[in-house]
């Protein structure tokens, strides 16, 4: 899967100064919530040891919940060229986590 890509992406968004965003007290609290989300991802994401069974299926769900919601809190804020990579990359990663979970999970 190519979530740590979109992980090193989307911490290196986080914290650039020259990102396109729209800037806006609203886009301000929905880009720190799309921040939280990623953060909670990659935390239950890259744990040792790795879930897995049914603790996999829980974590790849709750990824690709809170991944649905960091898209639309992004594609709301962010323009350009930052908002095609990231909403991109996440997209793309999301795909790779149904793909599993329509293989791995009932």
Do not use: W
């Not at 960091?70 to 060229?81: E, H, P, S, V, W």
């Not at 996440?90 to 999970?105: A, L, P, Y």
């Amino acid at each position: 899967m190519r979530l740590s890509a979109t992980f090193l992406a989307l911490a290196l968004l986080s914290q650039s100064a020259s990102a396109d965003i729209v800037r806006t007290p609203d886009c301000t609290a929905k880009l720190t919530r799309a921040n939280h989300l990623v953060e909670a991802i990659s935390k239950r994401t890259y744990v040792a040891p790795a879930p897995t069974g049914a603790r996999l299926c829980e974590v790849l769900r709750t990824n690709l919940r809170e991944m649905r919601e960091a898209i639309g809190l992004m594609d709301a804020c962010m323009t350009g060229r930052d908002r095609a990579e990231n909403v991109g990359q996440m997209s793309e990663s999301m795909g790779d986590i149904q793909h599993v979970i329509s293989r791995r999970c009932q």
